[in-house]
């Protein structure tokens, strides 16, 4: 992956060599938008002698590299989090969530989820999201790893029967003339009466509580950052995704990205044992919550 920034935060002390603070987030609108006041140097840590190296990949990528602890900061699929629990706690701030809606099941040719019982559908990867809500809603399909972004133009090539759509691809698949199955998200809250936890901004355990703290606060004064001054992290933002980045940064930058609810915590709960029953992580008893 590549560097694409290093930020000089916090106050350096002479003769003290900074240590680097790795951060890695999707390349997409919210993310964007969510970390631009910290990544161009509108805010900063607190802690001094620290610099903040920002990186960007695609979801499944990051799942795997926070696995290797590649990242002291970094955004995962929430169902990717049971098996980084030991390693990583959860940031109060910097978290998608979806209340009526989420990840997106479409299709060329199919209307229902019964009809794709064997059939081919892509996911972005397992274990995200979007997959493991296609486990559990659409039980019986072949489910295969395909990169987010060319899911669409894959079903229209016939290479898949079905696929989800995540990031601003949900919003998009419509200009590739396919049809909406179901809306993931809302069959989750359907489902539970709660929230849907999307992705998790989770941070290492082993940097200390007061670090982790001063991350999680700084994460939100950078969003605080952005929300004030919105045409400029706008602009930014806008870069990223399928032209739709004010739509999906209503849907994904706001209260509930500013600081964790009680509902969603519960809704994590209820995921982590749902991610535990389909086989795809490992069952925990705790969630750390950094709060800052």
Same mark, same amino acid.
């Given at each position: 992956m590549t560097v694409l920034s290093d930020n000089l935060t916090g106050k350096r002390l002479p003769g003290v060599v900074p240590r680097t603070l790795s951060i890695a987030y999707t390349p997409d609108s919210d993310d964007a938008f969510n970390y631009y006041g910290w990544e161009f140097d509108r805010v900063g840590l607190e802690t001094p002698d620290y610099t903040a190296r920002f990186q960007r990949d695609h979801i499944i990528a990051l799942n795997r590299a926070a696995a290797q602890e590649a990242f002291d900061v970094v955004g995962v699929?929430?169902? %990717? @989090?049971?098996?980084?629990?030991?390693? @990583?706690?959860?940031l109060s701030v910097g978290?998608?969530?979806?209340?009526? @809606?989420?990840?997106?099941?479409?299709?060329?040719? @199919?209307?229902?989820?019964?009809?794709?019982?064997g059939k081919r559908v892509a996911v972005a990867g397992i274990p995200t999201t979007g997959g493991a809500l296609a486990m559990m809603f659409c039980p019986g399909a072949q489910f295969i790893e395909h990169r987010y972004n060319e899911i669409a =133009? %894959?079903?229209?090539?016939?290479?898949? =029967?079905?696929?989800?759509?995540?990031?601003?691809?949900?919003?998009?698949?419509?200009?590739?003339?396919?049809?909406?199955?179901t809306d993931l998200g809302a069959s989750w809250c359907d489902d539970t009466g709660l929230p849907l936890p999307v992705g998790l901004n989770i941070v290492r355990k082993a940097l200390g509580q007061d670090l982790c703290n001063?991350?999680?606060n700084t994460c939100r004064r950078s969003l605080r950052w952005s929300k004030d001054h919105f045409d400029e992290a706008f602009e930014f933002a806008s870069r990223f995704g399928?032209?739709?980045?004010a739509q999906h940064v209503q849907m994904f930058s706001n209260e509930d990205t500013l600081n964790l609810p009680q509902d969603v915590r519960q809704a994590m709960r209820v995921m982590f044992?749902?991610?535990?029953?389909?086989?795809?992580?490992?069952?925990? =008893?705790?969630?750390?919550?950094i709060d800052g």
């Open positions: 699929s929430s169902v %990717a @989090y049971p098996a980084l629990a030991d390693r @990583y706690a959860v978290n998608s969530v979806g209340r009526g @809606y989420g990840p997106v099941l479409v299709s060329k040719h @199919y209307s229902a989820t019964g009809d794709l019982r =133009d %894959a079903i229209v090539a016939g290479e898949f =029967d079905a696929g989800v759509m995540i990031h601003e691809e949900l919003l998009f698949f419509g200009e590739k003339g396919l049809r909406k199955v001063d991350i999680a399928r032209g739709c980045a044992d749902r991610v535990a029953a389909l086989g795809i992580g490992p069952k925990i =008893d705790r969630i750390e919550v």
